[in-house]
């Protein structure tokens, strides 16, 4: 198979590996990360001047009309320089959740009253950088999101940058047990969010719902087929991102091996250290190839072999990067574990990136699920 990219995507590529090297260098991003926030708005205006908020969205709401291809080469240039703003969550997901589950065109017959202009008030605001949204979707243990009459009531949990969004887009249990996507607005009465820093320097926050008024945009099977859509795409745009910082990471380990003296020697000369690099470049390069299937698969109509590709590739890419990222911090000795050294940013992030979106386990236990023939009746 050709992974060769074209002019357009090399370019797109660049473009972006260059802004991250100038404009996101270790120590700003230090500086945003130790900010309240732990994001930046002129790091997010300075994105959408680059165009790459507008990559997941189409022309006719003011986006480029790209794809999973173009999102993974823009994750894995943001995996490398550890990007803390909500792209994942705001410029992959939510697009790909409400152009799934809202009608494309106005005045659709299919459209939830209150949704027919949604999708032209809110994705141009998401290309723009003028908006962020993001979607509540995992419920609290031992509380579910219902909805009634209208209103939601219950608690979602570790919403990634929800502290930061503009718009919620809540998941709710409905009368006849199936699943709704309702918008929300952050500050509405009855809405309450406890923000706080994940392992990987991130944001999260768990949001408690009392009869809060909502907007519903879909339900039944279409919002439940629309939200398995919306997660596979970001998941992988996830895998992408772990690709990028794998190979920075395998890239400053080689890099560190080559000027690390001891019995006067480089210590990438000792055979053991070798072999264990070779294995660490074996992840890599086989996380990069299902990397590129998941951004193949990610959109296909076929639920079940898209999420058994998806599954295949999490597998591989959670191992690789429990692999790289223990064995580089192995490798760089104690000062691989301090605040100091990005290798250990790399660290936190390729530990948090393995539990997302369903672990290895999960994954491998799903795989194996979808695998298994379907029973023909008698």
Avoid at 124 to 147: F, K, N, Q, Y
Avoid at 219 to 243: F, N
Avoid at 311 to 330: D, E, I, L, P, Y
């Amino acid at each position: 198979m050709n992974f060769d990219y074209d002019e357009d995507q090399r370019a797109l590529a660049d473009t972006v590996q260059r802004f991250v090297a100038k404009d996101y260098g270790f120590e700003k991003r230090n500086a945003i990360l130790g900010s309240n926030a732990g994001w930046s708005r002129e790091v997010w205006q300075g994105l959408a001047d680059l165009g790459v908020l507008a990559l997941n969205i189409d022309d006719e709401h003011g986006g480029l009309g790209y794809g999973p291809v173009e999102t993974g080469l823009v994750m894995r240039a943001f995996g490398a320089g550890l990007l803390l703003e909500p792209y994942l969550a705001s410029a992959v997901i939510a697009p790909a959740l409400i152009r799934r589950c809202l009608p494309a065109k106005r005045n659709s017959r299919h459209a939830e009253p209150a949704s027919a202009e949604f999708c032209f008030e809110w994705l141009p605001r998401i290309a723009a950088g003028e908006s962020i949204v993001v979607l509540a979707h995992t419920d609290a243990r031992g509380e579910t999101v219902t909805e009634t009459k209208g209103r939601l009531s219950g608690r979602k949990a570790v919403v990634a940058h929800g502290a930061c969004a503009d718009l919620l887009l809540v998941s709710a249990r409905l009368a006849d047990s199936s699943i709704g996507l309702f918008a929300v607005a952050p500050d509405a009465s009855g809405v309450t969010l406890r923000d706080y820093p994940t392992l990987d320097g991130q944001h999260a926050a768990d949001i408690v719902l009392t009869d809060v008024a909502a907007v519903k945009l879909g339900a039944g099977e279409t919002a439940t087929k629309a939200i398995d859509a919306a997660l596979d795409i970001g998941l992988a745009a996830l895998c992408a991102e772990a690709v990028g910082i794998m190979e920075a990471t395998v890239a400053a380990t080689t890099e560190y091996l080559k000027t690390r003296q001891q019995f006067g020697q480089p210590i990438g000369r000792f055979q053991a250290l070798q072999h264990r690099m070779a294995d660490m470049l074996m992840h890599q390069e086989q996380a990069r190839s299902m990397s590129y299937l998941a951004a193949l698969h990610c959109t296909d109509e076929n639920q079940t072999a898209r999420q058994r590709a998806l599954s295949a590739a999490k597998v591989t890419v959670g191992q690789a990067c429990r692999f790289v990222a223990q064995n580089a911090v192995q490798l760089h000795g104690g000062m691989g574990m301090t605040e100091e050294l990005i290798v250990s940013h790399w660290f936190k992030r390729l530990t948090t990136i393995e539990m997302l979106f369903g672990d290895t386990d999960y994954h491998l236990q799903r795989f194996t699920a979808l695998s298994q023939p379907v029973a023909r009746a008698a």
